[in-house]
T-cell receptor, first 109, second 111 residues
Framework: GQQLNQSPQSMFIQEGEDVSMNCTSSSIFNTWLWYKQDPGEGPVLLIALYKAGELTSNGRLTAQFGTTRKDSFLNISASIPSDVGIYFCAGVYGQNFVFGPGTRLSVLP | NAGVTQTPKFQVLKTGQSMTLQCAQDMNHEYMSWYRQDPGMGLRLIHYSVGAGITDQGEVPNGYNVSRSTTEDFPLRLLSAAPSQTSVYFC??????????FGPGTRLTVL
């Protein structure tokens, strides 16, 4: 079946640093979604991207829909302790949602 | 709106026992889904529903049953629990094709 790869798998950063992570696939998607999951909670939708090349921001978060439609990128600027969690990407094609394995972010004070 | 709610939050079963995980949404969403989340893996689709009375299998349906008698509720039944079903289960709902909202999850351990 379809699979998504996320990199890095995990990252440790200092508070205040910027973060970049990406999601890649061998398949084309019509929509890319980025979710954040806090420990013991369900994933929360952060950003939705609907068009190739689209760049969308949500506060300190910025995500891009790759021009090939096979990848997407998420950047977090000026990280803070509450950014800690697992970030998931999801590619959507028709009614099919495919989720990546997640990038685990740790923020050191 | 409460969004998507799930009960129980935690559950421990013995092998062979059956149980039902409850899911409800108050957003009048047509689409509802059940996923399981295992370490190092993405969310995997178990079953889904496109409306009351309509359900279908996802990627990993074996050992699970669902029904959808109302728009609001979408329970997941484990028929005979096995250790391989130890996981975190998430219910999700959506109005359109794209923005899917998740419940807080049920953490299930099968001994």
């Amino acid at each position: 079946g379809q699979q998504l790869n996320q990199s890095p798998q995990s990252m440790f950063i200092q508070e205040g640093e910027d973060v970049s992570m990406n999601c890649t696939s061998s398949s084309i998607f019509n929509t890319w979604l980025w979710y954040k999951q806090d420990p013991g909670e369900g994933p929360v939708l952060l950003i939705a991207l609907y068009k190739a090349g689209e760049l969308t921001s949500n506060g300190r978060l910025t995500a891009q829909f790759g021009t090939t439609r096979k990848d997407s990128f998420l950047n977090i600027s000026a990280s803070i302790p509450s950014d800690v969690g697992i970030y998931f990407c999801a590619g959507v094609y028709g009614q099919n949602f495919v989720f990546g394995p997640g990038t685990r972010l740790s923020v050191l004070p | 709106n409460a969004g998507v709610t799930q009960t129980p939050k935690f559950q421990v079963l013995k092998t062979g026992q059956s149980m039902t995980l409850q899911c409800a949404q108050d957003m009048n969403h047509e689409y509802m889904s059940w996923y399981r989340q295992d370490p190092g893996m993405g969310l995997r689709l178990i079953h889904y529903s496109v409306g009351a009375g309509i359900t279908d299998q996802g990627e990993v349906p074996n050992g699970y049953n669902v029904s959808r008698s109302t728009t609001e509720d979408f329970p997941l039944r484990l028929l005979s629990a096995a250790p391989s079903q130890t996981s975190v289960y998430f219910c999700a709902s959506r109005k359109n094709y794209n923005e899917q909202f998740f419940g807080p999850g049920t953490r299930l351990t099968v001994l």
